[in-house]
C-alpha cells in the first residue's frame, strides 16, 4: 500500500514538474536555485537588500561601492531587458555600508515574457538571502496635486492585471516559496514609509514627497483618455507598466517591501490636449532627478540596515 502511495505522489510531483516547465514554462524552485547558485559563486557576500531601478532610474546602482557587476546574459535562466534605460545586469556590492544587489533593468509584460518570469529576479533574491526589497519606477501623475519629479512613496496598489486573471502566482504553488493564498493588505512596510518621509524632508524634499496608490497596465502603449479618467475613479494616484507582480511576488516569499514612484510625466485627461506622453521624457526626468534619489535610496538602505540587522 506504501508503495503504491509512494508511486502516485511521485506521479503527481512529475506531473507537476511537466506543467510548471512544459505547459507553462515556468520555473521550479530547483531551477531558481541553480540560477541563486550561480551568483554565489560569484559573490563573496550575502546581500540584504535588493534594489530594483526602474525607467531612467539606472543610475541608482551608481552609489554602490566594490561593485560586482553580472550581465543578465551571463546568468543562467535569466530573462534579457530591451527597453532603452534599462542596462540588463545584477550590481552587488555596498550601499551605506550595507551589501545589496540591485538590478539595472527589469522585465515588462510588454516584452513578451508571462508575469512569473518579470517576477522571477524578486524569487532569486530571495534565495540569495535579501530581506528588504526596495522597488523604484517612472510612474505618470494621475493626482492633480502631483508634478513633475516628484516622488509617490506607494502606500497600496491595484492589481488591474489581476482583475483580468493575469497573476505572477497563477498555476501550482510550492509552499517553499510561499503560502498558496498570501495576503496583500499589508504589501508595502509602514515603518519604511514613514521614514522615508521623515528623509525626504530632511532632503529639503518636502514640497515633492507623496504618498498615495500605485496602478500597473500592461502596456506598452500609454493611457486612453477614457482609461485615465477611469484609473483616477478607482482611487489610483500614479499609473505605470511594472511593481504590482514584483511585490506580489516578494510578499509571497516574505519579503519586506518599500517601493516609490518618480512622476516623469502628468497624465492627459483632455482630449484636445497637444502633447503626447513618450518614453524619452521618462529617461530625461530620471537623469534630472538621480542625484537626489540617489541620496534619497541610500538614506533610505541606512534605515533599514540600523533598524533590521544591528547585530550582524
Given amino acids: 500500500m506504501l508503495s503504491i502511495i509512494g508511486l502516485v505522489r511521485s506521479f503527481l510531483d512529475t506531473a507537476i514538474d511537466f506543467f510548471n516547465r512544459v505547459i507553462l514554462r515556468k520555473y521550479t524552485f530547483e531551477t531558481l536555485t541553480q540560477t541563486a547558485n550561480y551568483l554565489k559563486k560569484h559573490v563573496s557576500f550575502t546581500p540584504k537588500i535588493g534594489i530594483i531601478c526602474g525607467s531612467g532610474l539606472g543610475s541608482l546602482a551608481d552609489s554602490v561601492e566594490n561593485k560586482i557587476e553580472i550581465p543578465y546574459e551571463n546568468i543562467p535562466h535569466f530573462p534579457r531587458s530591451t527597453v532603452k534605460g534599462h542596462v540588463g545586469e545584477l550590481v552587488f556590492g555596498y550601499l551605506s555600508g550595507v551589501p545589496v544587489v540591485c538590478m539595472r533593468g527589469r522585465f515588462h509584460y510588454y516584452e513578451g515574457y508571462p508575469l512569473w518570469k518579470c517576477a522571477m529576479p524578486v524569487r532569486v533574491m530571495k534565495l540569495l538571502g535579501v530581506e528588504h526589497l526596495i522597488i523604484t519606477n517612472a510612474a505618470g501623475g494621475l493626482n492633480a496635486n502631483y508634478k513633475v519629479g516628484d516622488i509617490m512613496l506607494v502606500r497600496d496598489h491595484i492589481n488591474l492585471m489581476g482583475f483580468a486573471g493575469n497573476n505572477p502566482l497563477q498555476g501550482p504553488n510550492d509552499e517553499r516559496f510561499g503560502p498558496r493564498f498570501p495576503p496583500m493588505n499589508k504589501a508595502y512596510d509602514r515603518d519604511v514609509i514613514k521614514a522615508a518621509r521623515n528623509i525626504a524632508k530632511d532632503l529639503g524634499l518636502e514640497k515633492n514627497i507623496h504618498e498615495g496608490v500605485y496602478t500597473c497596465l500592461g502596456g506598452p502603449n500609454f493611457e486612453?483618455?477614457?482609461?485615465?479618467?477611469?484609473?483616477?475613479?478607482?482611487?489610483?494616484?500614479?499609473?505605470?507598466?511594472?511593481?504590482v507582480h514584483e511585490v506580489i511576488t516578494a510578499r509571497h516569499c516574505n519579503l519586506n517591501v518599500f517601493a516609490f514612484s518618480l512622476i516623469t510625466n502628468m497624465c492627459v485627461f483632455d482630449y484636445d490636449c497637444e502633447e503626447d506622453p513618450n518614453h524619452e521624457e521618462v529617461i530625461d526626468v530620471g537623469k534630472m532627478r538621480e542625484v537626489v534619489l540617489q541620496n534619497f535610496v541610500k538614506r533610505v538602505v541606512k534605515h533599514i540596515a540600523e533598524t533590521n540587522y544591528k547585530e550582524e
Wanted: charged share 20%.
Fill in 224 to 243: 486612453t483618455v477614457a482609461e485615465l479618467k477611469m484609473l483616477k475613479m478607482l482611487g489610483a494616484d500614479t499609473v505605470g507598466m511594472s511593481t
